[in-house]
C-alpha cells in the first residue's frame, strides 16, 4: 500500500548552522575545564626515570659525598660568568709565584715570612714542622696530582656504602692523599692506618693533620710492615679496607699472609676490601687455584669496577672482594 503525506505525518528536527556551533563551543569550553582539574589533582606522581635524577650517596648525616650534575653545571657557570681564563704564570702585582725549591730556600734563609730576631727571636711554633713539608714538597711523591686522593675517596665510600660511623683500614696511607677525605668524613677515631715510610708519616704527622684542622679526629696511624695489624686490636671490624697500589710492591705470597690477617676484620656480608690496579697476586695462581684460595678464606671475589677522575683525564681500577660467612 502506498503512504501518503498528511497532517498527522511526524517531523524531523531542524538544526541551524549557528546552533551546531554553539554547541561545539559548549562542549569545548566544558572538556577544556574538565582536564585543568585532572591537572591539578593530588594523584601520586608517575616514577621519574632513573636517568635523569643525579646520583650521588648521602651518608646518615645527610652529607653528600660527590658531586651532582648541578654542582658541576654551577661551576662551570660561575667561570663563564666571571669570564676566567687560565693565564701564563708571570710575576704581576700582589702576587710572587715562587717554585716549592723558591719557597724552601727562603724558609731556610729568613726563618718564615715573619721572624723577629733577638730579644723576640725565641720559637713560638708549637708544632714545628720541616720546611721541605711546609713547602708540600710530599704532594708530588705519587706521579700524579694530589688531588686524585679525593676521586678514590669517592669511589671506595660509595661503592661500600659508608656513613660516618663506619670503620676503615687503609693498607699504606702514605702522607694521607685518600686518609685525609675518610679522617674528615668519619667519626672520631674510626679511621685506621698501616704505613712502613717513615718521611710519609712524618708528613701526615707533622703537616696534614694540623694543617687540616683534623687533630681532633685521633686517627690511628700506626709504622709498621710484613702486614701486621695487631696494634689495632682484635675485636675491630671493619666496613672498608683498601690498597691503593700498595700489593702492586708486594710479595705474592706476603698479600695473601695479608689477607689471611684480615679476613676477620672485615665485616661479614656487608664489608668490602678494594685493591687497585690489579690483583696479580691473585691471577697469577689461575682462575680456579685462586677462587679456590679465596674461598678457603672465607672471601669472594665481586667483581671490577673503574672510577673517572672528577678533575682530570684519568680512570683507575679497583678489584672488589667481600667475606661471604661469619
Not at 723577629?116 to 713547602?135: M, R
Not at 714538597?137 to 656504602?161: C, I, M, T
Not at 709498621?224 to 700498595?246: N, P, Q, R, T
Not at 683525564?313 to 660467612?325: D, L, S, T
Request: charged share 20%.
Amino acid at each position: 500500500m502506498a503512504l501518503t503525506s498528511s497532517s498527522s505525518q511526524q517531523k524531523g528536527v531542524v538544526i541551524t548552522v549557528p546552533v551546531l556551533v554553539l554547541a561545539v563551543s559548549v562542549a569545548a569550553i566544558f572538556l577544556f575545564f574538565l582536564l585543568s582539574s585532572l591537572s591539578t589533582c593530588t594523584c601520586p606522581p608517575s616514577a621519574v626515570p632513573s636517568a635523569a635524577v643525579s646520583s650521588y650517596h648521602v651518608g646518615s648525616d645527610g652529607e653528600r659525598i660527590s658531586a651532582t650534575n648541578e654542582d658541576i653545571e654551577w661551576v662551570r657557570d660561575q667561570i663563564y660568568s666571571n669570564g676566567l681564563h687560565m693565564q701564563d704564570n708571570v710575576l704581576r702585582k700582589g702576587i710572587n709565584p715562587r717554585s716549592r725549591e723558591q719557597q724552601l730556600q727562603d724558609l731556610r734563609q729568613y726563618k718564615g715570612i715573619s721572624h723577629y730576631e733577638a730579644p723576640e727571636a725565641d720559637n713560638h711554633t708549637a708544632l714545628p714542622c720541616p720546611g721541605e713539608l711546609l713547602v708540600e714538597q710530599h704532594h708530588s711523591n705519587y706521579g700524579e696530582p694530589w688531588a686524585g686522593g679525593r676521586d678514590v675517596f669517592e669511589f671506595l665510600a660509595e661503592a661500600s656504602k659508608l656513613t660516618p660511623v663506619s670503620r676503615v683500614l687503609e693498607i699504606g696511607c702514605g702522607t694521607l692523599r685518600v686518609g685525609l677525605h675518610f679522617i674528615r668524613y668519619l667519626s672520631h677515631e674510626h679511621f685506621h692506618c698501616l704505613e712502613r715510610d717513615e718521611l710519609s708519616l712524618m708528613a701526615a704527622l707533622r703537616y696534614e693533620l694540623p694543617s687540616q684542622g683534623l687533630l681532633h679526629k685521633r686517627p690511628m696511624i700506626v709504622r709498621g710492615e710484613d702486614m701486621e695489624f695487631s696494634k689495632f686490636g682484635s675485636d675491630v671490624l671493619y666496613d672498608l679496607i683498601y690498597a691503593s697500589a700498595v700489593f702492586l710492591h708486594m710479595p705474592d705470597k706476603l698479600v695473601w699472609v695479608g689477607l689471611e690477617r684480615l679476613v676477620n676484620k672485615l665485616k661479614p656480608y656487608d664489608g668490602r676490601i678494594f685493591v687497585s690496579h690489579n690483583i696479580k697476586f691473585c691471577s697469577r695462581l689461575g682462575g680456579e687455584e685462586c677462587t679456590r684460595r679465596l674461598t678457603s678464606l672465607g672471601l669472594e671475589y665481586i667483581g671490577k669496577q673503574t672510577h673517572d677522575s672528577l678533575l682530570f683525564n684519568h680512570y683507575e681500577i679497583w678489584f672488589g672482594f667481600r667475606r661471604f660467612k661469619a
